[in-house]
Structures are given as structure tokens and as C-alpha cells.
Nanobody, 124 residues
Framework: QVQLVESGGGLVQAGGSLRLSCAAS????????MAWFRQAPGKEREFVAA????????NYADSVKGRFTISRDNAKNTVSLQMNSLKPDDTAVYYC?????????????????WGQGTQVTVSS
């Protein structure tokens, strides 16, 4: 069993920054890729960023490339998402997810555990 708990969401003005964190329970955290997804009101959940088991490979949605950075600390069982140059379109609930594989991309079916989500609101 794995539990994922997100933190760091909040209200920020456009152009600002936020850093999301996800704390994972379980001893096998370092065996799996991790990712962030988001869901805006009235929209489907969408992929944001993923990182492989070691942190050596990352993958981003085009909409956040160059602005967001995903990272992980396997010693602390955490994965983070640094979000810079935020836009109102980034407003959503952000979810941390654990993959079933060492490497993973944007397919939500690749992920078997999800956090409860943290709200990010970007004002114009």
C-alpha cells in the first residue's frame, strides 16, 4: 500500500511561482516513476510532468515545458514540482501519482496510486 500526500498549493498572481511537494509512504518509492497531473474545473485530468525511478529522465506536457521542473529525492520519499511563470490557465487541482513502472509518461493508466490533490489558483 502506498499513500501520497501533496502540499504547497495556494493562490498566486500570474507570473509568480509555487513549489508543490508530494510525500510518499512505502519502502519501494525509488522503484517507480512518479508524475504530476492536474484537473481544472469542467475539464478532464491532464498530464503535467513525470520523472523516472532514478530522477535521470523527465517528461513534460508542452503547456508547461520550460516553466515547470519535476524532481525527486528518493532518500526522503518525495517528489516535487517547481512551477514558475504561472499563468491563469495553470489553475487546477494538482495530483501526485505513482507509476507501476520504472519509466512512465502521460498515460494515466500507467499510475496505480494517486494523492488527494492540492489546489493551485493563479490570478490574473
Amino acid at each position: 500500500q502506498v499513500q501520497l500526500v501533496e502540499s504547497g498549493g495556494g493562490l498566486v498572481q500570474a507570473g509568480g511561482s509555487l513549489r508543490l511537494s508530494c510525500a510518499a509512504s512505502g519502502r519501494t518509492f525509488s522503484n517507480y516513476a512518479m508524475a504530476w497531473f492536474r484537473q481544472a474545473p469542467g475539464k478532464e485530468r491532464e498530464f503535467v510532468a513525470a520523472i523516472n525511478w532514478s530522477g535521470g529522465a523527465t517528461n513534460y506536457a508542452d503547456s508547461v515545458k520550460g516553466r515547470f521542473t519535476i524532481s525527486r529525492d528518493n532518500a526522503k520519499n518525495t517528489v516535487s514540482l517547481q512551477m514558475n511563470s504561472l499563468k491563469p490557465d495553470d489553475t487546477a487541482v494538482y495530483y501526485c501519482a505513482k507509476s507501476q513502472y520504472l519509466y512512465a509518461g502521460g498515460r494515466s493508466n500507467d499510475y496505480d496510486y494517486w494523492g488527494q490533490g492540492t489546489q493551485v489558483t493563479v490570478s490574473s
